[in-house]
C-alpha cells in the first residue's frame, strides 16, 4: 500500500499551502476586499470570488489541501486511540471516503456557477 | 617533586548533620496491587525516617525490610545504570535510586509504577512488551561480512562515532516509554526507546541495515505517531534524547532514504588486530575459572 | 475475590489513556504543551471546517432561486458578536496550528533540534534547548499577534466593540 512516510509528507506539504492559501482566503475577506470585511459577506461580492476564475481556482486548491490534510489528520487520531485490524480498516475507509465526500460537496458550490445552475 | 616541606593537610571535619541520624520521618505513599485480591491498584501510607542521602529507593526498601516485607520492587545496581527502579515518583518519571528523598522538598512521597506497561504487582511493571519492540527494530549491527573476520575492526571516524554516542547510554529502564503520550493510548506503537535504537543502528557507519529498519519504523504505528511532545527527553535519566534521535530518523525517512539504502558500510581495517586470533583464545580458554585465594 | 478466569484479566493494562496521557499537564514540558494544543486546535478547526462547508453552500440556492435574500439574511443573523467571537477562536486556533506545523516540520526535517552531545550530567538534552524551542516562543506571540489582527477585523471593524 501507500508507505506512512509518503502519507505524512504529503500531509506536510499540504500544510504549507494551506498556510499560504489560508491568509489569501483570510486576506480575500478582510483586506483585498472591496469595502473591508463585512461588506465582502454581500451576495454580489461572494459571487464574483466563485466566478472570477482566479478566486475560484484558489478557493479550489484550498479546499483540496484541506480535504487531505484535515481527514488524514482525524485519521491519525482515530488511528492512535484504538487498535486493531478492524478499527484500523474502518478508520482508514472512513476518512479516505469522508475526505472524498467534503471535496466534492465543496467543489459543488464553486461549480455551480460555472456551469450556469446544473448542478 | 618531592617539595622540602609539603602543605599541611587540613582535615575539614564534614558537615554530618542528617548522615548519622535521620533528619525527619517522610510519609511514602505507595502503591499497592495484589493481582489475586484487588481489583485495581490503592495507596496505602508508610513512615519512614530520612537521611540526608536518602534515596526514594532507600525508603522503599526500609519499607520492605522493617514496615511491610510484602512490598514488591525491582532495583538492582542502586546507582543509575541499571534502569531496574524506574517509577513515578510525586508524578514525575524518576530513577528511585537517583532520586533524594530531600530534594523532592515535601512531607509526603508518591510512589506509583511507570505508566503503559502491564502492571504485574505494586510497584513492578511487566516490561515484556517494551523489550519486544526494541528487538523488533534490530537493535545489532547488520552486514554481509560480519562473520567474515573477527580478528580485525572496522574503521570509525570520532565523527562518525559522535553521530551515535549519545544514544549508546540507554539503560533500557522504560521511563521514556512511559512518559510518551502516544504510548498511553496506542499499544502497538513501538515507543521512543525503540525507535532511538533504531536511528542509533541506522546511522552507525558500520551499518548496512536501513532497508529493514526503515520497513520496521515507516509504519502507521511507527515513527510517525511520534509528535514531538519531547517528554521522553525529559524524563530520560542518562540524557539519551530520544526525541532527537527519533526526529533525525523521520528525516532520513523524508530526505535520505535511498542515500541511506545504498550507503556501503564502514570498512575493514587492513591490519589484523595483535595477538592471538579468536580460534587460539577459544582453544585456550581454561574448563574451569580458577578459584580465589583462601583468607588467611 | 474469587480467582480470576485468565491471567491475561487480572493484570490491569496500565495505560494511561486520554485524559492522563495525551492531556497530561502535570510536569508537561513546553513541547508536551505545544503538542496537546496543536492537538486540540486540529480537531477543532477540522471540524469547523465541516461545519462551513455546510455553511457556504447555502449560497447555491440563493444563486439557483435568484433570491439573494437567502443568502444576506443568513449572513445577517451570523453577524453577532457571539459568532464572530466563535470565528476569532477558530482564527487563532487555525494560526497556531499552522505555525506549529511549520516548526514540527523543521524538526521532522532535522532542523532546529540540535546536534549530538556527549551528555553530561545534569543532562539536560540538546533537542529541547535548540533553535525549536526558541521558534515555538515565537510562533505563540506571531498567533497572538495575528489574533489580536483578528479581533480588530471582528470586532473593532465591526463596531461590535
Redesign the interface.
Known amino acids: 500500500m501507500v ?3 509518503t ?3 504529503i500531509q ?1 506539504i499540504t ?2 499551502g ?2 499560504v492559501l ?1 491568509a489569501l482566503h ?1 486576506a480575500s475577506l ?1 483586506l483585498l476586499a472591496p469595502g ?3 461588506g465582502a ?4 461580492i ?2 464574483f470570488r ?1 466566478t472570477d476564475p482566479l478566486w475560484a481556482a484558489a478557493l479550489e486548491a484550498f479546499l483540496a489541501l ?1 480535504s487531505y490534510h ?2 488524514n ?2 485519521r ?2 482515530l ?5 486493531g485490524s478492524g478499527w ?1 480498516k474502518a478508520v482508514n475507509v472512513t476518512m479516505a471516503l469522508a475526505a472524498i465526500a ?1 471535496f466534492l ?2 467543489t ?2 464553486i461549480l ?2 460555472h456551469l450556469g ?1 446544473a448542478i | 617533586m618531592a617539595a622540602s616541606e609539603q602543605k599541611q593537610l587540613e582535615f575539614k571535619v564534614p558537615n554530618l548533620e542528617g548522615v548519622e541520624k535521620p533528619i525527619k520521618n517522610v510519609i511514602f505513599r505507595v502503591s499497592r496491587f495484589d493481582p489475586d485480591r484487588d481489583r485495581e491498584p490503592y495507596y496505602r501510607d508508610y513512615e519512614v525516617p530520612v537521611y540526608r542521602f536518602t534515596t526514594v529507593l532507600d525508603g522503599l526498601l526500609y519499607i520492605k525490610y522493617n514496615l511491610d516485607p510484602t512490598l514488591a520492587v525491582r532495583y538492582s545496581c542502586r546507582m543509575g545504570v541499571c534502569g531496574s527502579c524506574a517509577m513515578i515518583v510525586n508524578g514525575r518519571e524518576r530513577l528511585a535510586c537517583k532520586t533524594n528523598v530531600l530534594s523532592l522538598n515535601s512531607n509526603i512521597v508518591t510512589v506509583r509504577p511507570i505508566n503503559n506497561l502491564p502492571l504485574i504487582r505494586d510497584l513492578v511493571t511487566d516490561l515484556r512488551p517494551f523489550f519486544e519492540k526494541h528487538k523488533k527494530v534490530m537493535p545489532y549491527i547488520i552486514r554481509d561480512d560480519i562473520e567474515a573476520h573477527q580478528d580485525r575492526e572496522f574503521l570509525q571516524s570520532p565523527a562518525e562515532l559522535n553521530e551515535y554516542m549519545m544514544l549508546t547510554d540507554c539503560i533500557k529502564c522504560g521511563l521514556c516509554y512511559s512518559a510518551c503520550p ?1 504510548t498511553a ?5 513501538l515507543g521512543p526507546q525503540a525507535l532511538a535504537q533504531a536511528y542509533r543502528y541506522t546511522i552507525d557507519s558500520r551499518d548496512a541495515g536501513a532497508a529493514l529498519r526503515f520497513d520496521v519504523v ?5 515513527v ?2 511520534c509528535h514531538f511532545a519531547g517528554a521522553c527527553s525529559a524524563a530520560c535519566p542518562k540524557g539519551v534524547d530520544p526525541a532527537f534521535a527519533i526526529q533525525q530518523l523521520k528525516k532520513l ?2 530526505y535520505k ?1 535511498n542515500a541511506m539504502k545504498s550507503r556501503k558500510p564502514a570498512p575493514e581495517s587492513e591490519k589484523v588486530r595483535e595477538g592471538t586470533s579468536v580460534e587460539e583464545v577459544l582453544k585456550s580458554m581454561p574448563k574451569e575459572w580458577p578459584s580465589p585465594p583462601a583468607p588467611k | 475475590m474469587s480467582a480470576p478466569a485468565s491471567s491475561g484479566s487480572k493484570f490491569p493494562r496500565n495505560m494511561r489513556g ?1 485524559l492522563g496521557g495525551w492531556a497530561r499537564v502535570s510536569h508537561a514540558n513546553f513541547e508536551r504543551w505545544l503538542y496537546l494544543m496543536h ?1 486540540l486546535t ?2 477543532v ?2 471540524l469547523y ?2 461545519a462551513h ?1 455546510a455553511e ?2 447555502d ?2 440556492p ?3 432561486s435568484g433570491d ?1 435574500n437567502i ?2 439574511n443568513l ?1 445577517q443573523s451570523l ?1 453577532t458578536p457571539a459568532a464572530h467571537a466563535g470565528l476569532l477562536i477558530i ?1 487563532a486556533f ?1 494560526v497556531y496550528h ?2 506549529n ?2 516548526r514540527l ?1 523543521l524538526a ?1 526535517s532535522g532542523v532546529g533540534v540540535g546536534r549530538p552531545i556527549r551528555p553530561e550530567w545534569p543532562y539536560a538534552p540538546v533537542s529541547l534547548r535548540s533553535f525549536q524551542r526558541s521558534l515555538g516562543w515565537l510562533f505563540i506571540a506571531v498567533t497572538l499577534i495575528l489574533t489580536a489582527y ?1 479581533f480588530y ?2 470586532f473593532v ?2 463596531h461590535f466593540v
Open positions: 508507505r506512512e512516510s502519507l505524512m509528507w506536510y500544510g504549507l494551506i498556510l489560508g483570510f478582510t473591508g470585511y463585512p459577506l454581500e451576495y454580489k461572494v459571487i466563485y484541506l484535515v481527514f489528520g482525524f491519525v487520531l488511528l492512535e486511540l484504538n487498535q484500523t467534503a460537496y465543496g459543488r458550490t455551480v456557477f445552475g | 502516544t493510548t496506542d499499544a502497538l506503537f515507516d509504519d502507521p504505528h511507527g510517525w505517531r525517512l523524508l532514504r | 486520554v492537538r486540529g480537531l478547526v477540522g471546517l465541516i462547508l457556504t453552500s449560497i447555491v440563493a444563486y439557483l439573494e443568502w444576506n449572513m453577524y482564527a487555525a499552522g505555525l506545523g511549520v516540520f521532522a483578528a477585523e471582528l471593524v465591526t
